[in-house]
T-cell receptor
Framework: AQSVTQLGSHVSVSEGALVLLRCNYS??????LFWYVQYPNQGLQLLLK??????LVKGINGFEAEFKKSETSFHLTKPSAHMSDAAEYFC????????????FGTGTRLTIIP | NAGVTQTPKFQVLKTGQSMTLQCAQD?????MYWYRQDPGMGLRLIYY???????DKGEVPNGYNVSRLNKREFSLRLESAAPSQTSVYFC???????????FGEGSRLTVL
């Protein structure tokens, strides 16, 4: 079984500041890990994914995440926040690839302060 | 490329009424999913279909039924709607090559 915990349901950062959204996972098998973003009144879009090829994963819009097995973490970062980054972010885990159900975290709403 | 299309986008029901949410994908994906999204609870899986002709329960299946009509279409039915089913429902399909979930735009359902 897999699960994810997202620490902080709401995060606020100033425009230009570092964005750090936390995700810890639990998995009985080597995990596949994902970050999705949801803009208001839209479905979710894939930001980036970890599939064991490289521990530092780069995604769209300047986001990246690092897989740390020893810490069971997959935190999402962006060096400099932009107003357009305001959205809700979901971490997800799967034990399989391509035909397995993903388990989502409860989400972190990111607010950017001008 | 339409991706995942779900209808209707909005629906208001009275307690006890029934309705079906429709979903279709044009990406030739094998697996399809229905999630519900509630504030503070993230996305919870209702039902999924790993391939045409198969369906399985997810985390919160009570009060719902599904049909995988063909490879493209996966519908979700509420037989007797309850206020606890007020939610935003998302259909999704998964790429067997990239592992990426593709989502529809959501259906906002209110049960009075």
């Amino acid at each position: 079984a897999q699960s994810v915990t997202q620490l902080g349901s709401h995060v606020s950062v100033s425009e230009g500041a570092l964005v750090l959204l936390r995700c810890n996972y639990s998995s009985s098998v080597p995990p596949y890990l994902f970050w999705y973003v949801q803009y208001p009144n839209q479905g979710l879009q894939l930001l980036l994914k970890y599939t064991s090829a490289a521990t530092l994963v780069k995604g769209i819009n300047g986001f990246e995440a690092e897989f740390k097995k020893s810490e069971t973490s997959f935190h999402l970062t962006k060096p400099s926040a932009h107003m357009s980054d305001a959205a809700e972010y979901f971490c997800a885990v799967s034990g399989n690839f391509g035909n397995e159900k993903l388990t989502f975290g409860t989400g972190t709403r990111l607010t950017i302060i001008p | 490329n339409a991706g995942v299309t779900q209808t209707p986008k909005f629906q208001v029901l009275k307690t006890g009424q029934s309705m079906t949410l429709q979903c279709a994908q044009d990406m030739n994906h094998n697996s399809m999913y229905w999630y519900r999204q509630d504030p503070g609870m993230g996305l919870r899986l209702i039902y999924y279909s790993a391939s045409e002709g198969t369906t399985d329960k997810g985390e919160v299946p009570n009060g719902y039924n599904v049909s995988r009509l063909n490879k493209r279409e996966f519908s979700l039915r509420l037989e007797s709607a309850a206020p606890s089913q007020t939610s935003v429902y998302f259909c999704a399909s998964i790429s067997q090559n990239t592992g990426e979930l593709f989502f529809g735009e959501g259906s906002r359902l209110t049960v009075l």
